[in-house]
């Protein structure tokens, strides 16, 4: 896996950008779907006629976000030329801006064809009907991409996206994925020859296609050329023109600018926040958290995706690692973003009161799996939100999809035990009456019968808090097995993917976040005991369970980051000191956290960054600051007392 990468976006638009300055994805009109770019990329052929791409490996590249935002910079050096290019989506004009410097820090003039690259295969190749096509437009100078038919216009199609130069390119190629003659040769074969042949017209039925712009320059010694690729796109042709004139008559700078401030506004309250935060690196990844999770929810719609991750494909709306981005967000202030998402919430919930296992970003159900726990972290959350806005109109609003959830998790109950049955857990791997589930079910009937009071809802609000009551002292009646907590009813019964469910990291879910148990229950020690002893890893860190297989059985920041949330609540310093230490080290150098880290190596596995792991992140800075941690004044950031040394919580 490869964990060079930066993202960029609007909340309607994401890209992945390697560290080599290669565009990999390009999603719109949400932040998952679709993906219509499979590469684009900057080359250059100089005077002798070689071809350099960004890409390559022997080039010296760097590449880092500007301070507090989403604008990502990246740079290279060729012989005396240095190449810069800053990727970024305007906050409200939905276009991918890829503004290229060029700086000759030779001592005589640089003459260059410089060139972009692009791959694409629109809307995925979802089994849909039609071709990709490119062709170049005139009248309105930019390359134009869509599926459809080679017989109907770009009217037709689905999505259209445009790529135009400023200023205007000198040459450009329209061609075929992987053809190597003739006019629809492949864009990035036609410019071994150090030009483009000007082919305006290529489709194909199955393979993508491709298309170049280039630009013949001579930049004079200690002099700087600017080279600019706009990526505009939209439902319809139309729309996707009139959006690239707008941006075009607008300075590349002056969109830099109007983002990189856009950003920082947003960003300024958790900015001005974490300066209680004592640790310069913790910092640093609490403001990065922030943005990352701002990235990953749909402006449009609310819903907040796992990951940006195709492969394993993460690009769906989880209810619970929504609602824990919306509470991680709320505590630091973001409200209107938590709010968005649970009216998402409301919007997808299904009549009995369930939400499906995952979904698009426009509520369209992906995987029906049901997962009870969602049910009840979702009316956990809405009550969260509540206590940190104090909006009356938000639970008004909400109070019947909070009805419909609370009666799903009373139809759920096993009225031979008194727990909730579900069939697939927090995991997706196992069913059962489990512990996580059972604890965010009971979380959701006291929000539940909360809620109900705070809308004069009383006789129902004291039903749910009844069944509250009973839930909790069923969970301790018949979760706790040898003196400690345990995964699941029958913990040593045959489970499809796992040895037993013993020990598992959710348990501690009891306590956090969801508060069913006290952090110090004896219970509840003891199993954090057994969870602690469960998994070694040459790497270190913490596994989910011991018997993991799902990529390989590796630790997970999730798990470490979830524990040291426990050991805060539960007073116990040092071992979260221990624990955030490592997560620090696993995270890329733009401050991502994996799903995993490689229990070998330690390199990231799986999908990243994930949206569930910032949060829990953001979370732990909180109840760190809460408690006292940090008292004395924040520390120069080069100094050695500013690692974690704080003052252990009372």
């Known amino acids: ?56 490996k022997r080039l010296d590249h760097r590449q880092r976000y500007l301070e507090d935002t989403n604008v990502l910079v990246t740079t290279a050096q060729h012989a005396g030329l240095q190449i810069e290019v800053t990727d970024f989506v305007h906050p409200v004009h939905d276009v991918l801006v890829r503004k290229a410097e060029l700086r000759n820090h030779a001592a005589t003039p640089t003459t260059l064809a410089f060139a972009h690259m692009d791959a694409a295969s629109l809307e995925e190749n979802r089994d849909l009907f039609g071709y990709n096509l490119a062709y170049y437009d005139s009248r309105v100078d ?49 410019l071994s020859d150090g030009d483009l042949q000007g082919n305006d017209y290529a489709s194909d ?29 939209g439902p319809t042709l139309d729309a996707a023109e009139r959006l690239l004139r707008t941006v075009r008559a607008i300075p590349a700078e002056q969109l830099l600018a109007e983002t990189v401030a856009y950003w920082k506004e947003w960003l300024a309250p ?33 819903a907040i995706i796992a990951a940006p991750a195709v492969a394993p494909d993460y690009r769906y709306c989880w209810v619970r690692d929504g609602a824990f981005v919306a509470w991680a967000l709320g505590t630091a202030g973001y409200h209107a973003e938590a709010a968005a998402f649970y009216r998402w919430c409301a919007r997808t919930q299904t009549a009995n009161g369930l939400w499906c296992q995952n979904h698009y970003t426009d509520g369209r159900r992906h995987w029906p799996g049901i997962q009870v726990d969602q049910v009840g972290t979702a009316i ?78 009383s006789s129902t609000g004291d039903v749910y808090r009844q069944a509250a009551g009973r839930l909790r002292a069923r ?9 400690a907590y345990v995964g699941a ?32 229950s004896p219970a509840l020690v003891r199993a954090v005991e057994w969870i602690e002893g469960a998994c070694e890893y040459p ?22 980051l979830w524990l040291s949330l426990y050991y805060v609540h539960a007073g116990q310093w040092p071992p979260p000191r221990e624990h955030l230490e490592w997560c620090l080290a696993h995270t890329t150098p733009h401050g991502f956290i994996a799903e995993q880290q490689d229990k070998r190596t330690g390199a990231p596995v799986s999908a990243m960054p994930l949206a569930w792991a910032h949060a829990w992140f953001t979370a732990l800075m909180h109840a760190l600051v809460a408690r006292g941690v940090w008292r004395t004044p924040t520390p120069d950031p080069a100094s050695e007392s500013s690692r974690l040394t704080g003052t252990p919580p009372p």
């Open 142 to 190: 930019c390359l134009v991409r869509f599926r459809g038919h080679p017989f109907d216009s770009s009217m037709e199609g689905h999505v259209v996206l445009l790529a135009a130069a400023v200023p205007s390119q000198d040459a450009f190629q329209c061609g075929v994925a992987y053809e190597r003659e003739g006019d629809r040769i492949d864009a990035y074969v036609d």
């Open 205 to 233: 039925e199955t393979r993508g296609v491709t298309t170049g712009l280039l630009w013949k320059l001579t930049v004079p010694p200690g002099e700087m050329r600017t080279l600019t690729v706009l990526f505009a796109g």
């Open 1 to 56: 896996m490869d964990q060079s990468f930066g993202i960029v976006g609007n909340g309607r638009v994401l890209a992945k950008v390697l560290a080599d300055g290669t565009v990999t994805e390009l999603f719109f009109p949400s932040v998952g779907f679709y993906r219509h770019i499979l590469q684009s990329q900057f080359g250059l052929v100089d005077r002798a006629g070689n071809v350099r791409w960004l890409g390559d």
């Open 270 to 302: 958790g900015a001005a926040w974490s300066t209680r935060i004592g640790d310069p690196r913790l910092r640093s990844l609490y403001r990065r958290s922030l943005l990352v999770n701002k990235l990953l929810q749909d402006a449009n719609y609310g």
């Open 380 to 457: 956990w959350g809405m009550h969260q939100h509540y206590l940190h806005t104090g909006d009356r109109h938000f639970l008004s609003e909400l109070w019947p999809t909070v009805r419909r959830a609370a009666e799903y998790i009373l139809s759920r109950t096993d009225t031979a035990n008194g727990l909730v049955y579900s069939e697939q857990d927090l995991w997706e791997e196992s069913g059962g009456h489990l512990t996580y589930t059972n604890a965010a079910c009971q979380a959701g009937l006291r929000a539940a019968a909360d809620i109900a009071h705070e809308v004069g809802a």
């Open 539 to 560: 790497v270190r860190g913490v596994g989910r369970y011991a018997s993991d297989l799902f990529m390989g059985g590796n630790p997970w920041p999730l798990s470490a």
């Open 475 to 483: 969970i301790q009646q018949h979760l706790v097995q040898e003196g």
């Open 489 to 520: 009813l029958e913990p040593h019964r045959a489970f499809r993917v796992r040895a037993d469910y013993v020990v598992d990291v959710s348990i501690v879910g009891l306590a956090v976040p969801f508060g069913v148990v006290d952090a110090r």
